[in-house]
Nanobody, 120 residues
């Protein structure tokens, strides 16, 4: 079993910043990709950013230049630094991880989600 625990959501004013964190634990042999997705109210879940085990990152066009994903492979933790937040960034943010378990089985797991509300 692999689990993800997220933290860091909340209410912030437009232009403000928040930092989300996601810690992975359990029967992990290798973490390949850690990423963040979000689901705005009434919309589908979408990729925000992800970070591969070899150090490449990928961002949605809507967050480029404002959000930064980082990762610590030893701590098995990923962070999403969100700056210059806009009301349209309001969503439930989910951490996602893909990798291989100690049973040498591929896995994909999701965090419980954390609500980010950008409003004055």
């Amino acid at each position: 079993q692999v689990q993800l625990v997220e933290s860091g959501g909340g209410l912030v004013q437009p232009g403000g910043s928040l930092r989300l964190s996601c810690a992975a634990s359990g029967r992990i042999f290798r973490l390949n990709v850690m990423g963040w997705y979000r689901q705005p109210p009434g919309k589908q879940r979408e990729l925000v950013a992800d970070y591969t085990s070899v150090g490449t990152t990928n961002y949605a066009d809507s967050v480029k230049g404002r959000f930064t994903i980082s990762r610590d492979n030893v701590k098995r933790t990923a962070w999403l630094q969100m700056n210059s937040l806009k009301p349209e960034d309001t969503a439930v943010y989910y951490c996602n991880a893909k990798g291989t378990s100690t049973l040498i089985e591929n896995f994909e797991v999701w965090g419980q989600g954390t609500l980010v509300t950008v409003s004055s």
